[in-house]
């Protein structure tokens, strides 16, 4: 098991634009396997992009399986170099994520789309997803552009303490 230290915000990681990782090898393999590795030891932790464990290449992983709130569910996957195509009408719902630990945010956000990316053996995947797994995808692809959900709120007044549940 290879679990890696998810970076914070203000770590510049972050705010970079990532790099396409072109063809899928023996090292996007192994990241892939950091990626959902990471992801299985973090609690309620559904999608975790590169450059959140320090490698600024266009990679991201999703597991939307078991949430009250997926619609579509396609399991666990990692998507190398993806692009979205045909997004839908947006719908704001709140948003958290494990590199801005103790904020939330209301985000507008596409509620289904298509997503394509090559999987960890090299082959073209493409994905219909829609509400909360579409979610999970934009925001791990807003990632890979440098952004963070806070990039993406309406204001101030759409941020918010994390709660705590016991």
């Excluded at 072109?22 to 396997?33: E, F, M, N, P, T």
Aim: proline residues 8%; charged residues 25%; glycine residues 8%.
């Amino acid at each position: 098991m290879a679990v890696v230290p998810v970076r914070l915000l203000p770590d510049p990681v972050l705010t970079m634009p990532a790099v396409a990782v072109g063809r899928v090898d023996d090292a996007a393999r192994s990241l892939a396997v950091d990626l959902l590795d990471t992801m299985a030891a973090s609690p309620a932790c559904v999608g975790l992009a590169a450059p959140q464990i320090g490698v600024s290449l266009r990679a991201f992983a999703v597991d939307v399986t078991g949430h009250r709130h997926a619609r579509s569910c396609h399991g666990p996957f990692v998507l190398f170099d993806p692009r979205v195509a045909e997004p839908g009408e947006a719908v704001v719902a709140r948003e958290g994520c494990m590199s801005v630990p103790d904020l939330t945010g209301d985000v507008a956000r596409p509620a289904d789309l298509t997503v394509t990316g090559f999987d960890p053996d090299g082959r073209r995947r493409s994905l219909r997803v829609d509400g909360f797994e579409a979610r999970a995808v934009l925001h791990e692809l807003d990632h890979l552009d440098g952004l963070v959900f806070l990039d993406r709120v309406a204001g101030p007044h759409s941020v918010f303490a994390r709660k705590v549940y016991r």
